[in-house]
């Protein structure tokens, strides 16, 4: 089994623009998909930095003296690349959310497909998981996390029947979890109401709201006049954060105007129209079904 089947795989390096000596960074590296073909289109004088907080990915990190690997989380960008002694990158690529290998690893908890420990840290080596969040969390803090995180219509219900559940033993699997929520759970869209559950707490135990909020607002320090920025986003929170920065340089999506009114941005933005996979990727990748791709260009 593949370790992950990157998403708009080709529609994302081409809009990186790759020059042949140019450096580049790859935040999500996972199963090194996206990598390898920005290192097809490198030269011997081109450079990748790849960064990955989980460390099953390093494993796929080979030994091309062009590419940098490091086992961090991508919130760190600018300490790693002043480290490196990076002055500038030519682009930058994220390909966010959850990984086919982390799904499909029973024992990570990301999935409530499987029977498992409730775990869903992409770093393993960080001190708060699900099930920290699921019996630690107060009941007002769960709640804004499923409305927020999940969008979740009866989250302060969920919030409530959680810390109901935990009273009587600790939520420690999936199992137990979805016990617990029982009744709740609409049988007829089940996926979806637990997808958004999980999504929800995996959200939160690995901050990826802030995470995502701190690497956009590095991005225009780093990136050369002319350098791309290229995300991949799976769900509206995500896009809408990158949707803002990309049209206002913030993540609120406030564009400032000069004087005369004209905005006042350090972005070009290279696709208007969001970009989403085509229906024979759909086909063969039925997790690709949310992405979209914004693609940004530094003025």
Sequence with gaps: MAYHRPVLLNESIEGLNIKPRGTYVDLTFGGGGHSRLVLDKLEKKG???????????????GSDRRLVFIQANFRYMRN???????????GILADLGISSHQIDQPDRGFSFRSEAALDMRMDTSSPKSAVHVLNEY?????????REYGE???????????????SEGSIGTTGDLEDVLGHLIPQQTRSKFLARIYQAIRIEVNEEMDVLKEMLMQTADWLNPGGRLVVITYHS????????????????GKVEKDFYGAPQTEW???????????????????????AKLRIAEKI
Aim: no cysteine; glycine share 6%.
């Design 47 to 61: 450079r990748l930095f790849a960064f990955d907080q989980d460390p099953d990915a390093v494993q796929n990190a």
């Design 80 to 90: 790693f690349l002043r480290y490196h002694e990076v002055s500038g990158v030519d």
């Design 138 to 146: 107060p009941e007002k803090e769960l709640a804004r996390i499923f």
């Design 152 to 166: 979740i219509k009866n989250a302060g219900r969920v919030a409530r029947t959680i810390v109901g559940g935990r």
């Design 237 to 252: 929170l995500e896009d809408r954060l990158v949707k803002n920065f990309m049209r206002s340089g913030n993540t609120e």
């Design 268 to 290: 070009r933005q290279v696709n208007r129209k969001v970009i989403v996979p085509e229906p024979g990727e759909l086909k063969e990748n039925n997790r690709a079904r949310s």
